[in-house]
């Protein structure tokens, strides 16, 4: 389907007393579902206009990751609670990309330890967790307590946050990744690098279209880039209202 026309002149902000909009000429931006458009922080109100501000001739909401992922944080499609989205990222746990590695290959097995264990070791101490690797098809053994640990770190975010920790853990195929790329462990590029270490190995072997990798790797540092803005910046308000407190 050809993408919709863009139909509006510039973009704007606009403060209101339940948080901020964004506004397309003298249209009031909505979501999908027809719910207007508001966020509680400015800066993330103002990162969404600039994205609309972005577009060309046409409005490619396939590229608009930031605007989809607020979009998707407002509407709720699926009616998750705090609770459920807490679940489903311990639930990634057990079928973490960096945890399942392989030693019936050397080469691969060496790369796996030098790049995603020292990512493991930066988790567990983060965390205080003891989450190990498992170098079969046998998902990783978690512990209740360290499931315990994980989800009070996340149960300490709002439910619109929790929505960028989980656009950044489907994008990784990691929750480890994740938390690091967004605590600033690891810069995107890298998570991307490692989140792809398996897929970049046998491509060696296999050869590769070049375009084509570019396009994946580009797509997935896209995605996971405004999964981290949306979560920094859906933090911004809580930090903004500490420094008035002290």
């Avoid at 050809?2 to 509006?8: A, E, G, L, V």
């Avoid at 746990?93 to 050397?106: G, M, P, S, W």
């Avoid at 990512?119 to 101490?125: A, G, L, P, R, S």
């Avoid at 978690?142 to 489907?170: C, N, P, R």
Wanted: proline share 4%; glycine share 2%; aromatic share 10%.
């Amino acid at each position: 389907a050809t993408p919709p026309k863009r139909f509006y002149q510039k973009t704007s902000v606009l403060s209101t007393d339940a948080g901020f909009e964004v506004v397309l000429d003298h249209r009031k931006l909505k979501t999908p579902k027809g719910t207007p458009f508001t966020v509680r922080s400015e800066p993330l109100a103002i990162a969404v206009a600039t994205e609309f501000d972005a577009q060309k001739e046409h409005i490619e909401r396939s590229r608009m990751h930031l605007s989809a992922l607020c979009f998707t944080a407002i509407d709720n499609p699926n009616n998750f609670n705090k609770l459920d989205m807490v679940n489903y990222l311990l639930n990634f746990i057990a079928t973490d990309t960096v945890l399942f590695q392989y030693d019936d290959e050397k080469d691969l097995q060496d790369l796996q330890q030098n790049e995603w264990d020292p990512v493991i070791e930066w988790f567990n101490q983060r965390f205080e967790t003891n989450l190990q690797k498992t170098m079969n098809i046998t998902p990783p053994q978690v512990s209740q307590e360290d499931k315990m640990k994980i989800a009070k770190h996340f149960q300490s975010y709002s439910l619109e946050t929790l929505h960028g920790y989980i656009f950044a853990v489907d994008t990784l195929k990691s929750i480890i990744l994740a938390c690091a790329v967004i605590e600033q462990m690891l810069p995107v590029e890298k998570a991307v690098t490692l989140a792809r270490l398996e897929e970049e190995y046998q491509l060696k072997f296999w050869g590769r279209v070049e375009w084509a990798h570019d396009l994946s790797q580009q797509d997935l540092q896209a995605r996971l880039s405004a999964a981290v803005l949306y979560v920094h910046l859906n933090c911004s308000e809580n930090f903004v209202k500490e420094k008035l407190i002290l």
